[in-house]
């Protein structure tokens, strides 16, 4: 018959498992930080430019009425 192994894991198994999802979490925080770091900096050195214009408001309940 072959061998089975052992249900149980040794430390050295645990330490690695713990390790790669503590490297995974990091990885994960720093990706999250960086789009959050894109966007923002793009809010704050962003140049609006003419399409970006408030005043661009046409439709018929912004226009006065027009005498008949």
């Known amino acids: 018959m072959s061998e089975q192994k052992p249900l149980e894991r040794t430390a050295e198994e645990r ?7 503590r490297m995974m979490w990091i990885f994960s925080g720093a990706i999250v930080l960086l789009i959050l ?20 408001d046409i439709s018929a309940q912004s226009r006065p009425a027009t005498d008949r």
């Open 15 to 21: 330490a690695n498992d713990s390790r790669e999802q």
């Open 37 to 56: 770091g894109a966007m923002g900096a793009n809010m704050l050195f962003h140049k609006p430019g003419p399409a970006d214009s408030v005043d661009t």
